[in-house]
């Protein structure tokens, strides 16, 4: 790794003129230092770039330009500007970054694709070195001594001959009158002393006595409070609507026609609701030719016989299957998923004759911005984006429809409006991770060869979906996002095909964590499973032939099983699964080992996941990312589904659509690989492997493959 | 509308809503206590838990014409600086990720350690299961539990 870079001022220029290509590292432009110590005397904070700030009260504070819901960005990328700028992590102050031109990144400031740690990576050490740089030279040029005599510490500046020391806030006068340096050094991994520890979370002490704002509480002066009753027949729309009643309400201020529905504005969030439920509307259903999980299963089964899009293709499968001993097929189907936030959607909205400023839990504010300047006709900079705390991403909250209802019902107001989904708005209003059907065939030699592997995926489009409201062109049929992680099968095999066969419905479909990693790993890591028992080899042996030339693969599918006693002896009726997945750059193996009860009823007992996300940055929230996906993964495999009946979605709120709780909760051991490579995602790699290494774990138990997610006791009853 | 007197948190609160409003959002709306939040309206995740004469209730559920005179604690009423050992056990062992379900989730363990100073893991498992968090902490949330049920022990 080059750890000398060098930053041609010029290009800053350049690069925040055209934002996003080029030089990732987003500095203002070095006058305004200048400028700043010019108009103001007497309080000098010194700002290098957009992240850092000091102020001459030794206060530094941090800005975070991605959505903080739950991943920890407000923790683990501070961290990595505070390692090069060598401070005292207990001082540090971290604030959301605002939502301009000057902060951009792999989505435009958008929060997702587990990629907040591993774009910012580069661009937040070059900051914190610049800034160190810079206080080292004011330093120097305060003490008149050379910069290479000088030190920088836990916050200080010292002069090593003579042990003068200086701390940052008593710099910032100085430092903010130096130049941008031309180029900074980095440090080496070998002398990190904050990337790699366990720091304490800087939103938990807000997180556990109340204050932590989300938007749902957020409070303006004669604000109102909506909620809109959405049709909840896809495809579907309103009729006719009889508000007598619900305009009778106390405390009902408004009943109107919006895009997405009826809207009911009360002054009360309770007078609101109550106003809603009194509302008589009937719908037109609208046609639907798949009102129904079995008709969209059964569609998906027709598209399957179809041809499909070449995503990968390795040698000749078709000949290779001709000459296999053995061939094995199996088909696998999983179901929508909705996100389930514990926040349901909401956002507040301030529009004003001449400007609009909205509080949201978004992933997207940047997006959020331009929808907005679009709706209210006001240029970007009268639209001022506040993002919040999320109560939950997951992928749900990359979609800003929320944001416009809330516009909507503000500006027809002409007051501050607090819009709240209820958890039934928002478990039938969702982006749901698409239903999937996945037709695998392998070709199988005696000697235990593998020589062919074939993987359809059928599913649903989200980038060529109905949902955005600008689709993008669908050229040539090839959703490569719906291939993730089929086409980069690990495993090394000379004949492989995977094709994509696009099975649109009317459903809105999104990102849910993992995206189709989701899906993909588990047709993968079943489908392996089956190869191995075919062959009559060990699970792990089977992959690791495999993987001869994938190390990281092999590091943590080796991890995982000697953490979990592999092949040992463990206790009585428990009986274990593996699988092994990248994505998002990170490598993870997971062993579950379950008990399957005589109701057929699956427990896990515990969770083994070795992951390899390179150079670790905080642990313990790597740590607890594995943990969550794994959670929201068994919810998946073993509890809830979103389901399709007469038009529109059947579970309503968390007693049909049930998630895991505390007493299904397994032991999970977290295995990091100590790593120098540039650090990879992690909020969603911990996720693919957890369902198939329950159903292979099912497997072990009882001798029936699960091909259908989630799994049913019925099914597996002895 | 009517008038309701309640006592939240140690004071005496006088609000004019309709009986039937649920004690959510009075707090919310009228009290501005918001750090009891909304999560399902039908007492089934729990994100709304509060302390009404000691029990943990669900405010979502609860109108408030069934509470008035009763004492009611919030995640606001907890403590004076967030120093309950349940808050600090959560702190040590870095428990909240979205944090959204996490008053709740307090509200919840704090009631079960004030009648069960020594649960075992069925004892956590049957209280704290009314409780939904999606970001997966509930290994923390046990660890938490534990953790300040010694020092609440030690005390």
Redesign the interface.
């Known amino acids: 790794m080059p750890n000398k870079v060098f930053i041609n001022r010029r290009d800053f220029i350049k690069t925040i003129s055209t934002a996003g290509t080029g030089l990732v590292i987003g500095f203002y432009l070095p006058f305004k230092n200048n400028l700043q110590a010019a108009e103001s005397k007497s309080t000098i904070e010194f700002i290098p770039n957009i992240w850092v700030s000091v102020n001459p009260d030794n206060q530094v504070t941090l800005t975070v330009s991605e959505s903080e819901?739950?991943?920890?960005v407000w923790t683990s990328l501070p961290m990595i500007i505070a390692e090069e700028m060598e401070l005292d992590w207990t001082k540090v102050k971290v604030v959301q970054a605002p939502v301009d031109e000057y902060y951009f990144g792999r989505f435009d400031m958008g929060t997702g694709g587990s990629a907040s740690v591993r774009t910012s990576w580069e661009k937040l050490r070059n900051a914190g070195a610049v800034a160190k740089d810079m206080l080292l030279e004011a330093a120097a040029s305060e003490w008149s001594v050379a910069k290479n005599e000088c030190n920088a510490d836990s916050g200080y500046i010292t002069h090593q001959p003579t042990g003068k020391k200086l701390s940052y806030g008593e710099l910032t006068r100085k430092a903010a009158s130096i130049e941008i340096p031309e180029s900074v050094k980095l440090k080496d991994p070998n002398e990190f002393r904050i990337i790699g520890t366990?720091l304490?979370?800087t939103?938990?002490?807000?997180?556990?006595?109340?204050?932590?704002?989300?938007a749902?509480?957020v409070?303006l002066p004669d604000m109102v409070?909506a909620f809109i009753e959405r049709c909840p027949y896809f495809g579907g729309k309103i009729k006719a609507v009889d508000d007598r009643d619900a305009r009778n309400v106390?405390?009902v201020l408004d009943i109107f026609e919006i895009e997405t529905g009826i809207a009911v504005v009360g002054l009360?969030?309770?007078a609101a609701l109550q106003g809603r439920k009194n509302l008589r509307i009937t719908w037109d259903k609208g046609s639907n030719k798949y009102p129904d999980s079995g008709s969209i299963y059964k569609f998906f089964k027709n598209r399957s016989k179809k041809r499909g899009a070449k995503g990968r293709s390795d040698g000749n499968v078709k000949r290779a299957l001709k000459n296999a001993d053995t061939v094995v097929d199996a088909v696998y189907e999983v179901p929508f998923q909705a996100h389930?936030?514990?926040?349901?959607m909401n956002c507040v909205v301030d529009y004003r004759s001449d400007h609009c400023q909205v509080w949201a839990p978004t992933q997207s504010p940047k997006d959020a911005q331009k929808r907005v300047g679009k709706m209210t006709g006001f240029p970007i900079d009268k639209v001022k984006i506040n993002v919040t705390?999320?109560?939950?991403?997951?992928g749900r909250r990359a979609f800003n429809d929320f944001v416009d209802e809330g516009v909507e019902v503000s500006m027809y107001m002409k007051k501050p409006v607090k819009l709240?989904w209820?958890?039934?708005d928002d478990m039938q209003h969702d982006f749901y991770r698409p239903a999937s059907r996945h037709v695998l065939k392998a070709g199988l030699m005696k000697d235990g060869q593998t020589i062919a592997w074939s993987h359809s995926v059928v599913a649903p489009s989200i980038l060529f979906g109905q949902m955005f409201k600008y689709p993008i062109p669908f050229k040539d049929k090839l959703d490569v996002v719906a291939l993730a992680g089929a086409k980069e099968v690990a495993y090394e095999i000379p004949n492989i095909n995977v094709d994509y066969k696009s099975a649109n419905t009317n459903i809105p479909v999104g990102w849910w964590r993992s995206v189709y990693d989701s899906q993909n790993a588990y047709a993968n890591e079943c489908f392996v499973d089956e190869l191995a028992q075919t062959l009559n080899v060990d699970p792990v042996q089977y992959r690791l032939q495999l993987l001869k030339k994938s190390p990281r693969h092999t590091k943590v599918l080796q991890l995982s099983a000697k953490e979990a006693g592999w092949g040992k002896d463990i206790e009585k009726d428990h009986y274990q699964g593996v699988s092994c997945h990248a994505s998002f750059g990170t490598y993870v193996a997971q062993v579950a080992e379950v008990s399957v009860d005589n109701e057929g009823v699956v427990h896990v007992h515990r969770v083994v996941c070795a992951v390899d996300c390179g150079q670790p940055v905080s642990p313990?929230t790597i740590k607890?990312q594995m943990?969550?996906?794994?959670?929201?993964g068994l919810s998946a495999t073993l509890n809830g589904e979103i389901t399709i009946e007469n038009g529109a979605v059947k579970q309503s709120?968390?007693?049909e659509f049930e998630?895991?709780?505390?007493?299904q909760?397994p032991?999970?051991d977290v295995h990091i690989i100590n790593s120098s490579e540039a650090p990879s995602g992690v909020g969603e790699p911990g996720l693919p492997p957890i369902a198939p290494a329950v159903t292979n774990a099912v497997f072990a138990a009882t001798g029936i493959r699960v091909r259908k997610l989630p799994i049913k006791p019925e099914n597996l009853r002895s | 509308m009517a008038s309701f007197l309640i006592y939240i948190n140690g004071e005496k609160r006088q609000v004019k809503v309709d009986g039937n409003t649920p004690l959510l959002w009075v707090l919310r709306d009228n009290l501005k206590l918001t750090g009891t939040k909304y999560g399902c309206g039908r007492g089934l995740c729990g994100a709304c838990t509060v302390h009404i004469d000691g029990e943990a209730k669900r405010s979502c559920i609860t109108a408030i014409e069934n509470v008035a005179g009763s004492d009611i604690t919030t995640i606001e009423g907890l403590s004076k600086d967030g120093n309950h050992p349940v808050q600090k056990a959560w702190v040590a062992e870095d428990v909240p990720q979205c944090g959204y379900c996490q008053s709740g989730q307090i509200m919840t363990a704090v009631a079960l350690l004030s009648r069960n100073p020594d649960p075992d893991e069925d004892d956590i498992n049957s209280a704290m299961k009314m409780n939904i968090c999606r970001c997966g902490t509930y290994n923390r949330i046990r660890k938490g539990i534990i953790k300040a049920a010694k020092e609440m022990k030690n005390a």
């Open positions: 819901m739950g991943q920890g366990d304490p979370r939103d938990t002490p807000l997180k556990v006595n109340g204050t932590a704002q989300y749902m509480d409070d409070y106390n405390g009360s969030t309770w389930a936030t514990m926040e349901p705390f999320l109560g939950g991403g997951f709240i209820t958890r039934e313990t607890a943990e969550g996906s794994i959670v929201y709120n968390f007693h998630v895991l709780r505390m007493d909760m032991k999970i």
